[in-house]
């Protein structure tokens, strides 16, 4: 049999390599196929000028069919690391839902997938259905919806519920209230679980102040709390036996040495027993959680802004951290060293909340007092995406666990739904 290879580029701008009549047509991803066609397209122009019988070029496209991953690493030196995954964002608002009757203060996704959490200037801890908000508007539905129908359960929780957290397994919730009174404010955290209807108290602030921020540790046996009246507190979730010989919750309560200034921000490491936390003036600190509580430990180089620190988050693999301040910048942290590894302004606004991706991604998603939120690459400084569904500041930013979704909320009372449509970034082979 005689064999002439031949190339052939479609009007698609994908690749074709039909050799011999047992080989399958050899193609691009999709993902890949539109920033690489012209790269390929010039390559393979250039080795067309070579005679088809050229031995050379027999070799190399022999190899290429041979070895499939060959033909992806030639387009490779044009492709990000981004695009090879398969999971570029296309942002599409889902629903919006007026959820409250005072500003959306903090949202959070449940991990088992299921219903997620808000808390609002009406001093109500609501939980929704994520599930059947899921359906109906794969359905269609109107403009402005009855949220009554996806309202799960909801809660008083004072005048003001200022943060929330769940555990990764989804068994238990922190939350955050405060009451106003006088020239302060009355402040108290809660913990909500499966098996008790009556919430945990955790402890409550100084009379006059308020817990702004708390974080569940991964592992679910600690809480981290920070307060106005420049106080962070750690509460360790143990179990006794009680007098009556039934298991009882035995919280253990540490403070934090050294806090300068108000709290307005905490995260747990996610491997790690490390703690960071920022605040007021633009400190960041970190801190090791052992038996005794909480030890100060100081990197190499101090991680801070030029003024308050709004929010801060661990990336999925713990290697970086996040932060968001007053000075309008996204800033980027090595946790080893404190260094700054990257700076950004993508918006000429003040940041207000942000939340990472929970999977590879180099994603952050943050609210601003411009009624805007942003899908940053945090790597970058790309924006990826850019909401403007709210008409005032967007004070409360979640992703779901497995990062297809995505939710804000702000002082218009409105929780807005989106889908990030991801695709998926797995391919199988071909047989």
């Known amino acids: 049999m005689r064999v002439l290879p031949f190339i052939h580029i479609t009007s698609e701008n994908h690749l074709q390599l039909p050799l011999l ?4 047509q050899i193609m691009l991803p999709n993902k890949i196929q539109s920033r690489t066609s012209l790269n390929a397209r010039s390559v393979f122009e250039t080795l067309t000028k070579f005679p088809l019988y050229h031995p050379t070029l027999i070799s190399v496209l022999l190899v290429i069919c041979r070895f499939r991953f060959l033909l992806v690493l030639l387009a490779a030196c044009t492709i990000n690391h981004e695009e090879l995954r398969g999971d570029d964002p296309n942002v599409s608002l889902m629903v919006s839902m007026k959820a409250h009757r005072g500003g959306v203060e903090s949202i959070a996704f449940n991990p088992n997938g ?5 808390g609002g200037r009406d001093g109500q801890l609501v939980w929704w259905n994520f599930g059947a908000i899921q359906r109906d508007c794969q359905r269609g ?14 809660v008083g929780l004072g005048d003001r519920v200022l943060a929330l957290d769940f555990d990764p397994q989804g068994n238990a919730l922190a939350a955050s209230g405060a009451t106003h009174w006088g020239n302060g404010f009355g402040a108290s955290a809660k913990l909500f679980t499966k098996i008790r209807k009556e919430p945990y108290g955790l402890g409550s602030a100084s009379a006059t102040w308020s817990y702004s921020c708390l974080s569940l540790s991964r592992d679910g046996n600690f809480v981290a709390m920070g307060a106005l009246n420049s106080e962070l507190k750690l509460v360790r ?21 050294g806090i300068p200034s108000e709290v307005y921000a905490v995260d747990f490491h996610p491997t790690k027993p490390l703690l960071a936390v920022g605040g007021k003036g633009g400190w960041i600190r970190f801190y090791r959680i052992d038996d005794r509580g909480l030890t100060f430990n100081p990197l190499a180089q101090e991680a801070s802004h030029s003024a308050s620190v709004r929010s801060l988050s661990f990336t999925a693999n713990g290697k970086l951290l996040v932060s968001a301040g007053d000075d309008g910048k996204i800033c980027v942290f090595d946790t080893l060293t404190g260094a700054t590894l990257n700076t950004w302004a993508p918006v000429d606004a003040k940041p207000r909340e942000l939340a990472l991706h929970p999977k590879d991604n180099p994603w952050a998603l943050v609210g601003y007092n411009d009624n805007s939120s942003i899908l940053l690459n945090f790597e970058s400084g790309q924006i990826l995406s850019k909401q403007t569904d709210h ?4 004070e409360a930013v979640a992703f779901s666990l497995d990062g297809n979704f995505a939710a804000t909320g702000g002082l218009d009372h409105a929780i807005n739904l989106y889908d990030l449509g991801i695709k998926p970034a797995a391919r199988k082979r071909r047989k």
């Open 141 to 154: 539905i109107p403009p402005n919806p009855n949220v009554a129908i996806w309202e799960m359960d909801r």
């Open 114 to 118: 299921t219903s997620f959490c808000s």
């Open 237 to 257: 979730l143990g179990s006794k036996l009680g007098a009556k010989g039934g298991i009882v919750k035995d919280f253990i309560n540490f403070t934090a040495p």
């Open 21 to 24: 009549y047992s080989l399958k």
């Open 391 to 394: 008409t005032e500041s967007v």
